[in-house]
């Protein structure tokens, strides 16, 4: 006997809606950034944090870039520290999912110098919530080329040279910089030995 | 002041999160330096990021702090800084929810959205849209549609993503707009394609005309965008499944020809699309089957897994097609990806042999701790389906599924594997044993309550009746002792089965359920004391009918009718006869709960049971006067077509039986835009002593809105055996003619007729079916006062399973101890039948079958009323 299968399994709704969720979380599973564009899936921020603890401890141990939890394909990707992941329906063409995906990395990447890594990320949350909105709008893909996305949110890192703060405070941030720079090698070191 | 890095961050090392440790009243207190002048951009811009990430971290902000803080901001806009500008939109964005009076930002984002600097002017569209609503919408109307049509990209795409997110408030401004949208399907950016084609077909897609039209444009000019593909891909299979055309449309060619596509994501919507096509020939499937097997090997797991998910449904249908895939299959079974390799298993265990079973679930029992649950389920169902497809490896699954039982899991994933077990044993008498062991081992230890309940109400029904049924007892008794109420309840019916059916078990039992009449639970102590008195009597038919058998009626008719017994006392006790019957049969996989003894639950059912359809007639029909001295109704029939497809009018019937009439229930739908029906009749004409008593019409059916008329006719008090019988049937109605668009009728009009099929009304029609879970003990209850019996010759059926299927749908009666699954290689079977004649009386059918030169069955029948029995014996024969 064959199983039947649901017509409406069959069809997918032409649709520009094709992201359910992104989200990035740190190597604790710690939501750093995190949209959900369909208000019907997890609304209520406990089911959001659940469903994200649920995914990060199915993914975090083998990098397998593709799951299928809790009725949705989450495709996903880390480096060193963060995890990115991109969630969609079970119907939805997995390779638009991983274009979302590759584009926000790509993009992170460039922006952050290659470090894409918590704390870096975390010094650059503007750009951060810039790039995602320039990918992503309600849902519909919005961009998925790092390169246009980079051109429309023109961000750059912050290194300019100070004008109206005090020579003391410039000096103090650059201290601080240099020792986030040693840290942050510190924690690569780390992370790459662990691996 | 602003430290970027917190001191205390930089000691806790792990914790070096600049945002940890953020209150949400300290930034709110930080965002009072937005009016301060000069406007410092760099700080201001950090206070803003503090803001979205707390939103984002789920921080609730109250209204008024919110709006406070959303005026501060306003005032940013002074300021030119491109990313403090466009952190601004975001807050917006954020915050529009939240925040009263958010308006307030319009002029300034209409300003940015038609202003010089092209950076600003894509995100202000989005943010201001955002903020509009259908009243405010009108007012920046114009600038939507220049900005669809701008030949800057970016100002383009947000114009027509925030158009398709407004469809849904002002669908009826943003459909004015459809020329803007249309002009930019036609630009050179691959995005805007895709956003102006998603909006189009968004604000067309109720317009199947204008949808093809489109399409035919799009498919003919080609695009550049693989996402404008896909949606094209999507729309035709859309369209061709709706218009039920063949494959030969140009639709099809044009998603075929999609195969051939240079992206990949395009290449994999196509062969998708086919893929899930309903009625596709193998032909069709080939050149699809053969992209998902390049794919199988692409070094992208992603790929990989779109393409053996999908291969994946394909061997559900056409197993033989993904044959030729079974090599890059095999390849796929050791990927490192589980949930890649757990699919080319399962697809494999549906298109290899019988042979490469035992290899295959060896390999996957290597890993199935690994995979997640959903996946878990997914092994369970290609188990279940391998077992029904070679019955002879159950002892292979059964091991293997009561190893899966053992690990751990939830409740999706555990019921998956004890419905796989069930359907094995009932599927294999030789399993039983074996299965019944594993399901007692599972409830030992099984949180689930559902799952218990079932497993109980499994043993109390099979377990009697194995050859040795005092070993359940203990497993039974436990969860006595050990469990939640519900399983208690069930655990009690269980153990009074094994009393009714095993002489030798009922002192042992009797003492045990003495036990239990101490519970602390009102369920369980009653369901304890009812069935304790029942055993008592020892009397066979009671056991049958309050222990075995639970009741046939319907539960929401039982409720109703208990209910307006309470509002109307009476002398007379409550007839359960007067309950209309259940319509499906209480099915055996329903929790144990819910099928025994209903008589004494106490309202305390595990869940609302939701009306059945013919709870639902029973309730429209009881609306007629004309229909309400009827009684309760007995049975519905199937809809029965009598018209032809395609014709003028549609017309079904449905055929409800009654104690004494039939009503029946024509179901009529115009399809001529240019006519009004008014007073439809289906006039009818019988040819045995039907009397047709009364017409109900439909009082008036425009186009393509379906109306009911019905017609009661009298079943023959004189002749209780003239149950068939044969009705010519006309519409008759009143035509006026309408206006096509407005659907405004003439004045006049004229009557007409319509010729309709015959409509048959059979000795099914009168029997409803009931299923009996102890077909033997019924068999005993009813006894052999009126039994008869009778044999016959069926020269041209050739096969058993023929022999079954005719009867059981010639008599309309419920097929019980699964006697209707005729066993491979058996020359002979013997069928049980039960059902309820209409009038309340009880029906068993017991037909012995052997082959031999045709069929040769010996039919037994026995009823409480010997009118019914002559009545089945005449029609069989």
């Known amino acids: 006997m064959e199983p039947l299968i649901p017509r409406i399994v069959a069809l997918v709704e032409p649709s520009l809606y094709t992201v359910k969720a992104v989200f990035i979380l740190d190597n604790d599973g710690n939501r750093l950034l995190s949209k959900y564009y369909d208000p019907e899936l997890y609304p209520s921020m406990k089911e959001q944090k659940n469903f994200e603890r649920n995914v990060f401890n199915k993914t975090h141990k083998a990098d397998n870039e593709i799951a299928f939890l809790e009725g949705m394909t989450v495709v996903y990707k880390s480096s060193i520290d963060l995890f990115f992941y991109v969630v969609g329906s079970p119907q939805e063409n997995e390779l638009m999912l991983v274009a979302v995906l590759s584009c926000l990395f790509e993009s992170l990447s460039q922006i952050l110098r290659k470090n894409v890594e918590r704390r870096c990320l975390l010094d650059n949350m503007e750009g951060v919530f810039l790039i995602v909105d320039e ?14 996305v980079l051109q429309k949110v023109n961000y750059r890192v912050d290194e300019n040279p100070l004008s109206e703060q005090s020579v003391a405070q410039h000096i103090t941030e650059k201290l601080a910089l240099t020792s986030h720079v040693l840290q942050s090698a510190k924690e690569q070191i780390k992370w790459s030995i662990l691996k | 002041m602003i430290k970027k890095f917190d001191k205390k961050d930089e000691e806790s090392g792990s914790g070096s999160n600049p945002f940890q440790h953020l209150e949400k009243s300290a930034v709110l207190q930080e965002a009072r330096i937005f009016n301060e002048t000069p406007i410092n951009p760099r700080r201001c811009l950090h206070i803003l990021t503090k803001i979205i990430y707390l939103l984002n971290q789920g921080e609730h902000f109250g209204t008024t702090e919110a709006t406070e803080a959303f005026f501060a901001m306003t005032r940013l806009f002074q300021s030119n800084d491109q990313t403090l500008r466009r952190m ?33 002017r894509g995100p202000a569209i989005r943010a201001l849209c955002r903020i509009t609503d259908s009243t405010m919408l009108q007012a920046i109307e114009r600038y939507m549609k220049q900005a669809i049509v701008d030949k800057v990209p970016s100002v383009s795409s947000s114009a027509l993503v925030s158009s398709l997110h407004m469809v849904k408030r002002s669908y009826d401004v943003v459909k004015r707009w459809v020329n803007e949208a249309q002009e930019a399907a036609s630009s050179d950016n691959i995005m805007v394609q895709y956003h102006a084609l998603g909006l189009l077909y968004h604000l067309r897609k109720n317009d199947r005309l204008a949808v093809t039209k489109m399409l035919n444009k799009f498919t003919k000019s080609g695009l550049k965008s693989p996402f404008a593909y896909c949606m094209l891909i999507r729309i035709a299979s859309k369209l061709l499944d709706e218009t039920e055309g063949g494959h030969d449309s140009p639709l099809f060619d044009f998603i075929e020809s999609c195969l051939r596509n240079k992206n990949e994501m395009v290449v994999y919507e196509a062969a998708s699309a086919i893929v899930h096509m309903p009625n596709c020939t193998a032909r069709e499937l080939a050149p699809a089957v053969s992209v998902l097997q390049l794919f199988c090997s692409s070094p992208k797991a992603a790929l990989r897994y779109a393409a053996v998910r999908t291969l994946n449904k394909v061997a559900m249908k056409h197993p033989s097609a993904v044959t030729a895939c079974n090599l890059d299959l095999e390849n796929l079974i050791t990927d490192s990806n589980r949930s890649i390799a757990t699919l080319a298993i399962t697809t494999l265990l549906k298109t290899g042999s019988e042979s490469s079973v035992d290899r295959l679930m060896k390999q996957i029992s290597s890993f199935v701790s690994e995979i997640s649950d959903e996946f878990k389920v997914v092994v369970v169902q290609a188990i279940s389906s391998l077992c029904q497809k070679y019955p002879r490896k159950h002892s292979v699954m059964m091991n293997f599924l009561s190893n899966m039982l053992r690990d751990d899991g939830g ?41 218990a309940t079932k497993i109980l109400h499994l043993l109390g029904k099979e377990g009697p009746r194995t050859p040795q049924p005092s070993k359940y007892i203990r497993f039974i008794f436990n969860r006595v002792v050990l469990e939640s109420e519900a399983v ?37 102590r009653d369901r304890a004391t009812f069935y304790m008195n029942v055993l008592q009597q020892k009397q066979k038919a009671l056991n049958a009918a309050y222990i075995f058998n639970g009741l046939s009626v319907s539960i929401p008719g039982l409720e109703k009718s208990l209910h307006q017994y309470t509002l109307e006392p009476s002398e007379k006790p409550f007839d359960m006869k007067s309950v209309p019957l259940a319509t499906a049969p209480i099915t055996e996989h329903k929790t144990g709960t819910t099928t025994c003894c209903r008589l004494i639950c106490t309202g305390k059912l595990p869940e609302k049971l939701a009306p059945s359809r013919q709870d639902i007639y029973q309730e429209q029909l009881a609306a007629i006067p004309e229909f309400q001295a009827l009684g309760p109704l007995f049975k519905s029939s199937e809809q029965v077509q009598l018209t032809e497809a395609e014709t003028e ?12 009439h039939m009503v029946f229930q024509f179901d009529c739908t115009n399809t001529l835009n240019d006519q009004l029906l008014q007073k439809v009749v289906v006039q009818m004409e019988p040819s045995e002593s039907y009397e047709v008593t009364n017409y109900i019409p439909a009082t008036s059916l425009p186009y393509s809105q379906p109306g009911s008329c019905y017609t009661l006719v009298q079943l023959p008090d004189d002749d209780p055996t003239a149950v068939s019988c044969t009705f010519s049937c006309t519409m008759k109605y009143l035509v006026k003619d309408c206006d096509p668009n407005t659907g405004e009728p003439d004045d006049d009009g004229y009557d007409d007729e319509y010729v309709l099929e015959d409509l048959e009304v059979t000795v099914a029609d009168h029997i409803q079916k009931v299923l009996k879970a102890n077909f033997g003990a019924a068999w005993e209850e009813v006894g052999d006062e009126f039994e008869k019996e009778e044999t016959f010759a069926l020269a041209s059926v050739q096969t058993l399973d023929e022999a079954v299927g005719n009867i059981i749908s010639f008599l309309g ?40 030169d045709g069929v040769t069955m010996q039919v037994t029948v026995r009823s409480s009323e010997e009118t019914v029995v002559d009545v089945i014996l005449a029609s069989v024969g």
Do not use: W
């Not at chain 2, 939109?89 to 209409?110: G, H, R």
């Not at chain 2, 999706?412 to 594993?438: F, M, Q, W």
């Not at chain 2, 009018?649 to 004494?660: D, E, L, M, N, S």
């Open chain 2, 813 to 852: 009666m419920q097929p019980c101890e699964r006697s209707d699954k005729v066993p491979e290689n058996k020359n002979s079977h013997v069928l049980f039948l039960a059902g309820v004649f209409r009038g309340c009386h009880d029906v068993l059918v017991r037909a012995r079958l052997a082959l031999a």
């Open chain 2, 411 to 451: 409740f999706e994933y555990k019921r998956a594997i004890v419905d796989c077990i069930i359907s094995i044993i009932e599927e294999n008498p030789e399993s039983k044993e074996t299965g019944l062991a594993h399901l007692c081992e599972f409830i030992e230890d099984c949180e689930h309550t559902v799952l």
């Open chain 2, 88 to 120: 601004c939109y975001l807050t917006i964005k954020e915050m529009a929810n939240i925040s009263e009076d958010v308006i307030i930002v319009t002029s300034s984002l209409t300003k940015d959205m038609t202003g010089k600097e092209d950076v600003y």
């Open chain 1, 135 to 148: 990918i992503i709008d309600g849902g519909v893909i919005l961009e998925s080329d790092p390169q246009q």
């Open chain 2, 649 to 660: 009018y549609v017309v079904r019937c449905i055929k409800h039986t009654f104690a004494r």
């Open chain 2, 488 to 524: 208690r309840a069930a655990a009690v019916s269980a153990l009074a089965k094994f009393g009714a059916q095993n002489d030798d078990l009922l002192p042992s039992v009797l003492v045990l359920m003495q036990r239990c009449m101490m519970d602390s639970d009102d369920e369980v």
